[in-house]
């Protein structure tokens, strides 16, 4: 299943997720239930067959019932703003995984299903539903208040868990499960409960069940894609997520207080009974009255075992779908919070235009509803089977969105391939599950008891339908195929309500079933090998090795002539043999300049060059943390040969797991914690960069130790550069900047952060430099070849102080970072590459002369010309780039000047390609 940082395009709206019906029960024919009594004794409707004791007659009409509608809307709204922040604040806790990520899903989706069932079946006996809908609006608010106070207690309560129960897989699930439980169920319960309680106040003679019920599942969903925006693109950048998480308990606290104000009001405006001869009891609001059926019956209907069957695959096939949309659209936008939120309220939207069109479609007055439901399951099967195609099309075989468009231009083009994409499907895929009210509408019951046991049903489907398609169907189909079979599933659904359809040639009936089964058949069987799993280079440059679709993202091995490259959902490279050098500089630039690091832990992996790198210094123990399985995987299989025994040394460890989260529950200490390159505007990339996050890498550093957070200066802005240093520089008591590599443009920047940090030490320099070379160098050059790539100290340079800091609850770097890359693209700014970063270290030489870098206290003024000569050949490498010849040569000199001879040669400069030649292949 793709579930990245931010919100599970799954977790649709509350009213999204229906439910149980009673075994055996059947829905009656025409007024066969006429006088017939209910389970309780009560005389049932002689229209209907509807309990007398189920439905209020409140006099809900014209400006009252828009009230009651509009709370309806900032309730869904409520409800995804919740769903987003609980997707990240518990991502946080427990880790970006699928696996985490779909346990939290599936416990609040259990909650509303348990939700619609429990409070569906109260509803009827709740003298006012409408006063009961504000008391469980009133409900929601105060236990998702709690949720912010029990995440504390958990975190506080942590170390003693691990410490008691370990932390391996099962302990782990179960401790994830256990909170996740404590924290969502009640919430979400109680959201259950508000789609039935106020269905049970609606219906009416003058608005039957299948109406109602339409009606109110639209605008709570439209309620919802409004809620989905919010999250997604004003209120946390506005007020961060925890105002963002206080206008959704308030938008509650006022929708509960509103619909308790406006049943008071009802009940003492409810008229009087007029006199007759027969005088019964004079009904209060929200006491009980008869409902017309609607439009009469024609012909046998579908018995409640079929209904409840549609109802759940519904939820299976309809879940499938949007988490294979959500993986295609990874392959192709920027994935950043912006494009989460847009392609899930768009879904959202859809799905509240598919409830529209059900209430229109329970309005005719002809047409059996058995065969209308069919339609719409054909229809659907057609829009699932062919949005493949229509997919791949609109993007031309998985190109990027955007061009050059700027952040505001981008958005537009995303939201109208969006629009193309999932609207017209996702409406007829959403208009099935309203519409099954209208086939319920004759059922013996409550029409709160139906709604609520209709949404449970389809809430478990829900359930079900994406762990399926992100840990079964994904993994072992691949989107393209993915999507053919849940068209195969909607054809088997049409054929099953196909042979219950009344027509006056019966043996149509069948033939109409065979044809959705053969339909089925060929879906299943059929392998779209013409589209593109991975976009290539047109130019026929590139070649697939191997890719794996797997819960967390879509992974490739991808070869380029003679160099491999590792990627991510299509076009984010995680690093390949062609960038050998600037890779192991990850590792050989900071363990140079630390005494004697026995352990190191790497935060991501990638290809696993940088950390095998680290295993050729004499180290204990190398921990790596990498997000996604397949990418362990296939770097294991492909890479192996640059990974120096990374996946059998025994000194290393390589987890697939989220890596903040295994440093904040690890037990141990590190000399060297390394933070691989990570592409900022990614949604839930930001949670790397934050003051939470650095202030638990220290506590899990040993005294001396070093947190090294390498920065692609070539995918950020000097916006993002400086609220990431100004973090960094606020936790450690001082942050220096080191090189990764020494090239002409696009360079890599370490910002290294130490506690009582010491002068450097020269002879560390030697001492761990000899550990990686067996050549008879001498102590100037192994000096030289590390002090080149010292920039200079962020600390004592005062540039970011009292600059904007990027924390967990005001994400600076995630909502900032997809606009600042927009408008690189549309040429508005730049990323700090070529002039721009030789701005960035001129800053800092200006602001701290190398006499006075308080790390540079021990060293004489040969040792400091090596970190000038550093500084000269970045300058010459820019300038003999952009061909200005003579200004370059200069800078070369001043580069050879400052160089011991043995390192002045071209390939001498990398500390990695001159120190580590046995590593190469």
Same mark, same amino acid.
């Given at each position: 299943m793709t579930l990245r940082q931010g919100p599970d395009p799954a977790v649709g709206s509350k009213v999204t997720r229906p439910a149980c019906l009673p075994r055996g029960d059947r829905v009656p024919s025409g007024n066969a239930a006429n006088n017939s009594e209910n389970r309780n004794g009560k005389a049932l409707s002689a229209t209907t067959g509807s309990s007398q004791d189920v439905v209020p007659a409140a006099p809900l009409a014209g400006p009252r019932l828009a009230v009651v509608f509009g709370l309806f809307l900032a309730s869904g709204a409520a409800a995804l703003i919740y769903q987003v922040l609980w997707a990240r604040e518990l991502g946080l806790l427990f880790g970006s995984t699928a696996q985490a990520a779909a346990l939290t899903i599936a416990i609040f989706f259990a909650g509303l299903a348990i939700g619609g069932w429990l409070w569906g079946g109260r509803a009827a006996r709740i003298a006012e539903p409408l006063r009961g809908f504000g008391w469980l609006e009133l409900g929601v608010a105060l236990t998702a208040l709690g949720f912010l106070g029990l995440l504390d207690v958990y975190l506080a309560l942590e170390p003693t868990l691990i410490a008691t129960f370990g932390d391996g897989a099962v302990a782990d699930t179960l401790t994830r499960a256990a909170v996740a439980t404590v924290v969502l169920l009640p919430p979400s319960i109680l959201m259950g409960g508000t789609l039935p309680m106020l269905g049970q106040a609606l219906v009416t003679t003058a608005r039957p069940l299948g109406r109602s019920g339409t009606a109110l599942y639209a605008v709570n969903t439209a309620g919802s894609a409004l809620g989905a925006l919010a999250a997604g693109f004003l209120l946390p950048v506005v007020l961060g997520y925890l105002g963002a998480y206080l206008v959704a308990v308030g938008l509650d606290l006022a929708v509960g207080l509103a619909a308790l104000l406006l049943a008071t009001r009802l009940r003492r405006t409810t008229p009087p009974p007029r006199a007759s001869a027969v005088q019964a009891p004079a009904p209060t609001a929200g006491a009980p009255v008869a409902v017309a059926a609607g439009p009469r019956r024609v012909g046998p209907t579908l018995p409640v075992p079929m209904i409840w069957l549609v109802a759940l695959a519904s939820g299976v096939l309809t879940l499938a779908v949007e988490v294979v949309w959500t993986r295609l659209f990874s392959q192709v936008l920027q994935n950043s919070a912006y494009t989460y939120g847009l392609v899930l309220a768009t879904f959202l939207l859809a799905l509240a235009l598919g409830a529209g069109v +059900?209430?229109?479609?329970?309005?005719?007055?002809?047409?059996?509803?058995?065969?209308?439901?069919?339609?719409?399951?054909?229809?659907?099967?057609?829009?699932?089977?062919?949005?493949?195609?229509?997919?791949?099309?609109?993007?031309?075989?998985?190109?990027?969105?955007?061009?050059? =468009?700027?952040?505001?231009?981008?958005?537009?083009?995303?939201?109208?391939?969006?629009?193309?994409?999932?609207?017209?499907?996702?409406?007829?895929?959403?208009?099935?599950?309203?519409?099954?009210?209208?086939?319920?509408? $004759?059922?013996?019951?409550?029409?709160?008891?139906?709604?609520?046991?209709?949404?449970?049903?389809?809430?478990?489907?829900?359930?079900?339908?994406?762990?399926?398609?992100?840990?079964?169907?994904?993994?072992?189909?691949?989107?393209?195929?993915?999507?053919?079979?849940?068209?195969?599933?909607?054809?088997?659904?049409?054929?099953?309500?196909?042979?219950?359809?009344?027509?006056?040639?019966?043996?149509?009936?069948?033939?109409? +079933?065979?044809?959705?089964?053969?339909?089925?058949?060929?879906?299943?069987?059929?392998?779209?090998?013409?589209?593109?799993?991975?976009?290539?280079?047109?130019?026929?440059?590139?070649?697939?090795?191997?890719?794996?679709?797997?819960?967390?993202?879509?992974?490739?091995?991808?070869?380029?002539?003679?160099?491999?490259?590792?990627?991510?959902?299509?076009?984010?490279?995680?690093?390949?043999?062609?960038?050998?050098? =600037?890779?192991?500089? $990850?590792?050989?630039v900071p363990l140079l300049a630390t005494e004697d690091p026995r352990s190191v832990f790497y935060l991501g992996m990638g290809t696993g060059i940088t950390a095998g790198a680290g295993l050729a210094f004499d180290v204990d123990r190398v921990v790596v943390c990498e997000l996604i399985d397949e990418v362990v995987q296939l770097a294991e299989a492909h890479f192996t040969p640059w990974t120096n025994g990374l996946f059998h040394d025994p000194r290393a460890e390589v987890r697939a797991a989220d890596g903040r989260t295994c440093l904040r529950r690890s037990t141990e200490r590190y000399d060297v914690i390394i933070s691989d390159l990570f592409t900022p505007w990614e949604a839930g990339t930001g949670n790397l960069y934050t003051s939470e996050h650095y202030a638990t890498a220290r506590q899990r550093l040993e005294p001396g130790g070093a947190y090294v957070q390498w920065v692609p200066l070539y995918q950020v802005t000097d916006r993002e550069l400086v609220t990431i240093g100004a973090t960094m520089d606020a936790v450690f008591d001082e942050v220096t900047v080191w090189r990764g590599d020494l090239y002409a443009e696009r360079s890599i920047v370490a910002l290294v952060g130490r506690d009582d940090p010491e002068p450097l030490d020269p002879a560390v320099l030697v001492s761990q430099g000899r550990q990686l070379t067996d050549e008879p160098v001498s102590e100037a050059f192994l000096e030289a070849i590390a002090l080149r790539m010292y920039v200079g100290n962020l600390t004592a340079s005062g540039l970011y102080r009292d600059r904007e800091h990027n924390t967990d609850r005001h994400p600076v770097v995630e909502y900032g970072a997809p606009i600042s890359q927009r408008d690189v693209r549309a040429g508005r700014t730049s990323f700090v590459v070529g002039p721009e970063r030789e701005r960035f270290y001129a800053a800092l030489e200006d602001a701290v002369p190398l006499a006075e870098d308080p790390l540079l206290a021990r060293l004489d003024e040969r040792q400091r010309g090596y970190v000038a000569a550093g500084r000269a050949y970045s300058r010459f490498r820019l300038l003999d780039r952009q061909g200005r010849d003579a200004a370059a040569d200069r800078w070369l000199q001043r580069f050879l000047e400052h160089s011991p001879e043995e390192a002045s040669g071209p390939r001498d400069v990398s500390p990695a390609r001159r120190l580590l030649p046995r590593l190469l292949p």
């Open positions: +059900a209430n229109l479609l329970t309005r005719l007055r002809r047409g059996d509803p058995a065969a209308i439901l069919a339609g719409l399951l054909a229809v659907s099967a057609v829009a699932a089977a062919s949005s493949p195609w229509l997919f791949h099309a609109r993007t031309d075989g998985l190109r990027l969105v955007g061009g050059t =468009a700027a952040f505001g231009g981008y958005i537009v083009e995303v939201a109208a391939l969006a629009l193309v994409v999932m609207l017209l499907p996702a409406t007829v895929l959403g208009a099935s599950l309203p519409y099954l009210l209208r086939v319920l509408q $004759q059922r013996r019951a409550a029409p709160g008891d139906t709604i609520g046991r209709l949404v449970a049903v389809n809430t478990v489907g829900g359930i079900i339908g994406a762990l399926a398609a992100g840990f079964v169907l994904l993994p072992l189909l691949g989107a393209w195929r993915s999507l053919l079979w849940v068209a195969g599933g909607y054809a088997v659904l049409t054929g099953l309500v196909l042979v219950r359809v009344p027509l006056r040639v019966a043996a149509l009936r069948w033939v109409g +079933a065979a044809v959705a089964a053969l339909a089925a058949g060929m879906l299943l069987v059929v392998s779209p090998d013409e589209l593109d799993v991975v976009r290539l280079a047109p130019d026929g440059s590139e070649s697939l090795v191997a890719v794996e679709e797997g819960p967390q993202a879509t992974v490739s091995v991808v070869a380029d002539r003679d160099d491999l490259f590792i990627r991510v959902d299509n076009h984010y490279t995680l690093g390949g043999t062609r960038a050998l050098d =600037a890779e192991r500089n $990850q590792s050989v």
